[in-house]
């Protein structure tokens, strides 16, 4: 157990709305990260931080904007949610050795 | 573009069998590479990670081996059990020591009693 902690863990929202996902850690590791796993795509990183307010893109970030004013949360920001971010996301963390160590996972559906 | 790949797609065996599943990646310059337990609904559980400079690791019944000239990792699990169906992802680290993975499509293994 890495000590992460997403919420909600379950989310039902209306296109165009904002919604933002909380990850956070208990162990003060440096770098974060958001993913989303589609069917299909597998999974693809959307932002990652290597340090409070440092952040940068990944592979999938438009539409998407992060922040870490903390160490322990990192949050991610659907501006205005479209059906195409119905997605399962998950955090995931550098841990000791380098281990990357993921969440639990919020299964984010945009109706 | 560093691309992975896991073949096959599925597999299923009888309980009791030692199997192989295997992992492949286009650009043999990786940092690390981790392979990974996914229970269905579930979040991603770390299996083993194998630094660039190591060919293999162990735990317990699972051994992954790393052959970065050739681009390709196998993860061998040995008396396979029921409780060992799930899917099984690798991912190689890009760019250094960020830990930004880039996944494979994973392999969905079923143990039959």
């Excluded at chain 1, 929202?13 to 933002?20: I, L, N, S």
């Excluded at chain 1, 999974?43 to 592979?59: A, F, N, P, Q």
């Excluded at chain 1, 438009?62 to 955090?91: H, I, M, N, P, W």
């Excluded at chain 2, 337990?37 to 083993?48: C, F, N, W």
Aim: net charge neutral; hydrophobic share 30%.
């Amino acid at each position: 157990d890495a000590g992460i902690t997403q919420s909600p863990r379950h989310k039902v929202t209306e296109t165009g709305t904002p919604v933002t996902l909380r990850c956070h850690q208990t162990e003060n590791h440096r770098y974060m990260y958001w993913y989303r796993q589609d069917p299909g795509h597998g999974l693809r990183l959307i932002h990652y931080s290597y340090g409070v307010k440092d952040t940068d893109k990944g592979e999938v970030s438009d539409g998407y904007s992060v922040s870490r004013s903390k160490t322990e949360d990192f949050l991610l920001t659907l501006e205005s949610a479209t059906s195409s971010q119905t997605s399962v996301y998950f955090c995931a963390i550098m841990g000791q050795g380098n281990t990357i160590y993921f969440g639990e996972g919020s299964w984010l559906t945009v109706v | 573009k560093q691309e992975v790949t896991q073949i096959p797609a599925a597999l299923s065996v009888p309980e009791g069998e030692n199997l192989v599943l295997n992992c492949s990646f286009t650009d043999s310059a990786i940092y690390n590479l981790q392979w990974f337990r996914q229970d269905p609904g579930k979040g991603l559980t770390s299996l083993l990670l194998i630094q660039s400079s190591q060919r293999e690791q162990t735990s317990g019944r699972l051994n992954a081996s790393l052959d970065k000239s050739s681009g390709r990792s196998t993860l061998y699990i040995a008396a396979s059990q029921p409780g060992d169906s799930a899917t099984y992802l690798c991912a190689v680290f890009g760019s250094g020591n960020t830990g930004k993975l880039i996944f494979g499509q994973g392999t969905t293994l079923q143990v039959k009693p």
